[in-house]
């Protein structure tokens, strides 16, 4: 099955790598794309639970979903995030 989920914090290309490399160990997951502009991260999935494990990973980087509470621990979270993937 095919899910988008719109996150929060996604700003440029560091944040998308990290969430990519993040997302794509879960090997319940495939067809992973993140679109900065739209801040729209897709994916295919095998079972809820993948899609809820791919929720729950997006929010302890810093980019909680657009219908949850975005804290100012995830906004800093995202910039840390966001300066791994520029330096990876």
Do not use: W
Request: hydrophobic share 35%.
């Amino acid at each position: 099955m095919k899910t988008s989920i719109i996150i929060q914090n996604l700003k440029c290309g560091g944040c998308a790598k990290t969430i990519y490399t993040h997302l794509e160990k879960l090997k319940s997951l495939s067809d992973i794309e993140v679109e900065i502009e739209p801040s729209k991260v897709s994916f295919n999935y095998n079972d809820m639970e993948s899609a809820l494990e791919a929720k729950r990973i997006l929010k302890s980087l810093g980019y909680p979903s657009i219908t949850d509470r975005n804290s100012m621990v995830d906004k800093t979270k995202s910039f840390i995030s966001c300066a791994s993937g520029k330096i990876s």
